[in-house]
C-alpha cells in the first residue's frame, strides 16, 4: 500500500520490519563483506544466503556503514516528486550511517535525520509508528520531534545463542564474554541508548524465555504502540517457541505478533539463534 502521505520514511537496511511497510519506505544499504566478496545488505545478499554462509563459519563477514552518497541519490529522488523525508538510523555508537546521513542532508533542508539510538526490529518501531503519525497528517517538524520523544522509550531485548560474535566484532569485553562459556547457557541482553548490556543468562532456551519475559513484564509494555518479534539465523524455531511460552504477555492485547527476521549487519555481530523482542514502554527506564 503506497503512502497517502507527503513525507517519506527512509531508513538503513539495519531496520528490520514485516514485509508489508517495505512499499512505504525508502531503504539505504550497508554493505556486509566475506573477504573480497562485497554485498549490499538485502539487495544482492539475501538473509537466508547470508546466515548460511554465517554459519559455514569459513570466513567472518564484516561490515560497513552506508554512504553520504546513497543517501543523497534518495533525497535527490523525494525532492524530485516534491515531497519531504524524515530519515531514522541505526544507533551512531554502532555506525558512521546517521553521520553519512547528516553529510548528505546539507543541501536538503527538506530532510530530517533522527538517530534512533537503537537497531534492528528496535528501529523498526519506531519507523512503524512514524508511518502512523505522517498518514495521520503530522507535519514534518511535529514528526521528528514526536520520534525523537519516543525514542527514549524504546526496549530491545534479547536472547541469544552465545555472546562470541558479539565479542568478535568487539561490541562486549572478553569479561563479559566468559560468562558465556558454560554449555547450552543463553545470554540475555539488552540494547539501551547505544550501548549493549548484559542483563543475564539462563541454562537452556525454556529458562532463558521465561528470563526475557520476566524482563519484558517488569519493563512495562504500551501496547498501544507497536510491538515486533525478531530471529536471527534460517530458522524461527527458537522464535515460535518463545511466542508460545510468553503468549500471556500478548494475548489480551493482540491477535497475533508481527515478526521479522534479522538483517544480516545485526546478524554479524549477535550470530544465529536469537530471539529479539521490541516493544515502547509506558516510561523511561
Known sequence: MASSSNIQVIIDSTTDMPARFQDRLETVPLTVSFGDQEYLDGINLSRDEFYEKLESGVIMP???????MAFEQVYSEIRKRGQQGIVITVASQFSGTYQSACIAADAYPEIRVIDSGSVSIGAGILVEHALACAEAGMGLDELAAEIEEKRERI????????????KRGGRI???TAF???????????????????FLGKARGSKKANNFLIKQTEESGIDYALPILLGY?????EQLQNYIEDSRALWEDYRDE???????SVVGTHVGPGGVVAAFFMVQTV
Open 62 to 68: 564484516k561490515t560497513s556503514q552506508a554512504t553520504p
Open 155 to 166: 526496549c530491545l531485548m534479547a536472547v541469544l545463542d552465545t555472546l562470541e560474535y558479539l
Open 173 to 175: 569485553s572478553k569479561t
Open 179 to 197: 560468562a558465556d562459556g558454560v554449555l547450552n547457557v543463553k545470554p540475555v541482553v539488552r540494547v539501551k541508548e547505544g550501548e549493549i548490556l
Open 232 to 236: 536471527t539465523g534460517t530458522s524461527d
Open 257 to 263: 505478533l508481527d515478526c521479522a527476521q534479522i538483517c
